[in-house]
Every structure is written in structure tokens, then in C-alpha cells.
């Protein structure tokens, strides 16, 4: 199996990175939207992309509007972010992203949408 981490900062990158790997999750990372869809056009398929919201060139949901009409349909997407607002998750759902996570998150919280999303048993 293969992500796509999209943070522009190292430091989620990392831990998504660290989290993943540990479950046999081969990943692959961007620092921004721009970034992220370049990443798929190049280096895919990916089964997973986890995107942030807000970075900077182009957002997460940008990215993920740009993928869904690139036909990227098959990539599961969940939001990774801070934004907790109910109008940023319906949007977010809207566009396409098949779960959401907030931050701060730890791997109990990954792994749940992990199973939610049909990609790692309990």
C-alpha cells in the first residue's frame, strides 16, 4: 500500500511518515497542494492521501478538487487538519475527501479512520 502525505510542515509529514511505516505503508510527501498533485502525476498510484488544509501555492481542498476532476477517484483522501469547524468538514466531504482527521491526532486516532476507510484491520 502506498500514501501520500501533503503537510507543509515537516514535522506532520514525519509523523504521518513514522506512523504509516510502522503499519507497512510505503509514503511518499509533498509541502503543499501543487506539490501533492505532482507527487501523483509522477510517482502514483497511490492508495491513500492524506492532505492538510492550510499550506501554502495551493490548500488541501484545491488539491483535492484538482484531484477528484483529474479523475483521481480512486485515491482515498482524508483531511488531516485543525480546522474543526462543521462548515470545513462538509465542504471538505463535498469535494471529495472520504475522512477527516483532526490534529492533534495520535496513532489510535489514525489507525480508526485507517478501518473506517477499509485500508488496516483492527
Known sequence: ???L???DSRFVRDYLRGLLEIKGIECEEAADGNAG???LHEHGPFDLAL???NMP???GLAMLRNMRAE???NVKVMMVTTEAEDDFITRSL???ADEYLMKPFDNEALTEKLVMLGLAEV
Open 71 to 73: 479523475g483521481y477517484s
Open 37 to 39: 498533485l505532482t507527487q
Open 57 to 59: 501555492i495551493m490548500d
Open 1 to 3: 500500500m502506498r500514501a
Open 94 to 96: 463535498d469535494a471529495g
Open 51 to 53: 492532505v492538510d488544509w
Open 5 to 7: 502525505i501533503v503537510d
